[in-house]
């Protein structure tokens, strides 16, 4: 995982400024957010909806939906590997914008077709349980219920067309195939050209205030 961390460090770097101010939501283990502490200096809170952590102090728990947290308060926010699992993943990007000032980065595995479809599933069937089912012997996380069920597999363009919805500008798209699988890990920069406008009874801090 640690080997990991840094390979993905090495390909968000250019987008992570030092310093940064980040939210990782769906924060999984902890080593990504660990990564960017010691080689990025950056400060990172951890989000997700079950405690999967092995470092770090691990994240804060969430519904999925909604995160306690002030508008524009992060200068980046990543979502890696994330939104197969959310109920609304439209919702959840739509709260990655709005709680950062500046940066959502994304990477989202995407298929090519149905042998694209078949292998993607194949992994997610396979990889979310056993990876869930090894934490939970291992006395990682303990609760009975699997936060890594994938809900949603997304072509390219259904993740683009995701990515348009949320009114954010693309500042930069990578892909990284699977040699021969048909499957991409793609990565969007994002950046939040207009802030979008929060209702009173949408914005967790006005809902504090309110009571
Ligand atoms: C495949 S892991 C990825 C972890 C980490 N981002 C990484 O790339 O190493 C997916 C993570 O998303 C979390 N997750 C599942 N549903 C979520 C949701 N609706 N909102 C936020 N995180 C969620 C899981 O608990 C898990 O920690």
Known sequence: MSDRARQLTRRLEPWIPARSHVADIGSGTGHNAECWR????AS?????VADLHWVGDGPMIFD???LAVSDANYSVVTLLFVLQYASDPKGLLHEARRVSAGRVILIQSTYRGIWGYFWLRVRESVWGPLAYGVARIAGIVKGPSC???SRTLFTREQLA???RQTGLTVIQFEQES??????????????CAVR????????????????
């Open 64 to 66: 999925g939906r909604t």
């Open 147 to 149: 936060s890594l069920k």
């Open 44 to 48: 990172v809170d951890e989000f997700d």
């Open 38 to 41: 010691c080689q990025l200096d």
């Open 196 to 211: 979008p406008s929060t209702s009173p009874s949408s914005s967790p801090l006005a809902m504090k205030s309110d009571g």
């Open 178 to 191: 699977w040699p021969g699988m048909s499957i991409s890990r793609d990565l969007y920069v994002l950046e």
């Open 161 to 163: 067309d995701l990515v």
